[in-house]
């Protein structure tokens, strides 16, 4: 990425910047009773009628927490879906104690940390893509990485609290899925995948601007000795 495209760099930088904030606003929800933390989490439902659970519980990334993620547990390393309440617990809507549930959060949850690591390495090599061709792939291959981790995350992330509520909804429980936790999610996965356009667009462009040069080059040398040949050619003449 040449100096002329320098502003393709920044551009990826801010977005990266972007995602990982989004990012840690997600996993860090609870932490704190302060906006948007204590209004971002994946999943509320009314877990009422399940035994040795709260009356409303809401799934964020380190805690179960109750209404504005208030009274929160403490925080779980990989929290298992069933949580809220014990595995012999009784009013658990149909499959939520499943292995399914308890192991698409789990995958999810590591997948976030994965994509956040590399996320955060794209970020620091993106300064390079300001100084040629060669930062800005190197830059562009992270951010690729990070885009990949990522997208597995919040697929699962989606996955799993979406069809979580339509279970709890079919047994007759008011649930709906967080609109800030879902919505950073998916606003970071928009930024990294921009950046990662950003930096390749980078690479192309210098590229095509160093094969445009060259060919300068060429036609100027081929004029010059096609000049150089005409004028011996009219010697011989005269």
């Known amino acids: 990425m040449a100096a002329g495209n320098a502003p393709l760099g920044l551009a990826s930088l801010v977005l990266l910047a972007g995602s990982i904030v989004m990012i ?7 932490v704190k009773d302060t906006a948007p933390l204590n ?7 009314d877990t009422s009628g399940i035994s040795g659970a709260r009356a ?7 805690y179960v927490c109750g209404p504005d993620n ?13 949580t809220p309440w014990a595995d012999d617990a009784s009013g658990v809507p149909d499959g939520l104690n499943s292995n399914y549930y308890y192991l698409m ?15 955060v390495c794209a970020f620091f ?3 390079l893509a300001c100084c040629g061709r060669l930062g800005a792939a190197l830059s562009g291959l992270i951010a690729l990485t990070a885009l990949v981790f990522y997208s597995v995350a919040v697929s699962l992330m989606t996955a799993t609290f979406v069809k979580a509520r339509n279970a709890f909804k079919d047994n007759g ?21 921009i950046a990662v ?20 080059r060429r036609s100027v040398r081929s004029h010059a000795s096609y000049d150089v040949g005409g004028r011996r050619v009219k010697d011989d003449y005269s």
């Open 173 to 193: 429980h008011d649930a709906k899925i967080g609109t800030y936790a879902f919505g950073f999610s998916w606003g970071a996965w928009g930024c990294i995948f």
């Open 70 to 82: 208030t009274d929160c547990s403490k925080a779980y390393a990989a929290m298992p879906f069933r």
């Open 125 to 127: 090599a993106g300064f």
């Open 56 to 62: 409303v519980s809401q799934w964020t990334y380190f």
């Open 24 to 30: 840690f606003f997600v996993i860090l929800a609870g």
């Open 105 to 119: 959060w789990r995958f999810g949850w590591v997948f976030y940390l994965i994509a956040l690591f590399f996320d």
């Open 39 to 45: 209004k971002t989490y994946f999943l509320q439902a």
């Open 197 to 216: 356009i950003l930096f390749f667009i980078g690479v192309r462009g210098n590229h095509d601007g160093g094969r445009r040069g060259w060919r300068r």
